[in-house]
Nanobody, 124 residues
Framework: QVRLVESGGGLVQTGDSLRLSCAAS????????MAWFRQTPGDEREFVAR????????DYADSVEGRFTISRDNALNTVYLQMSTLKTEDAVVYYC?????????????????WGKGTQGTVSS
């Protein structure tokens, strides 16, 4: 079965760091563009970061660029999102997604494979 399982969410203070993991099974992440999205209840799912299938180049939303880093370990078939200098608006549910294209997309509707999400909570 194709599965993406997020983990690493938790409670941190403003300014702290947190690393999220996305463990894949049933697919090889090196053949997919992998991405992270996030969503606040009642809002639309928004793009956070992606790492391209063909190369290790990355793309970030303006709201997180310079603070977040997406990476992958192909040997472990796992994608990571390192979050730093966390803000209260970062305290939402984060989702891992995969797309069979060279560069992926910033639009969540184009992704077919999703994890179930992990909750990040940021306090003052």
């Amino acid at each position: 079965q194709v599965r993406l399982v997020e983990s690493g969410g938790g409670l941190v203070q403003t300014g702290d760091s947190l690393r999220l993991s996305c463990a894949a099974s049933g697919l090889t992440i090196s053949t997919y563009t992998m991405a992270w999205f996030r969503q606040t209840p009642g809002d639309e799912r928004e793009f956070v970061a992606r790492i391209f299938r063909s190369v290790d180049s990355t793309d970030y939303a303006d709201s997180v660029e310079g603070r977040f880093t997406i990476s992958r370990d192909n040997a472990l078939n796992t994608v990571y999102l390192q979050m730093s200098t966390l803000k209260t608006e970062d305290a939402v549910v984060y989702y891992c997604a995969a797309l069979t294209s060279a560069f992926g997309s910033r639009f969540p509707s184009q992704y077919h494979i999703w994890g179930k999400g992990t909750q990040g909570t940021v306090s003052s």
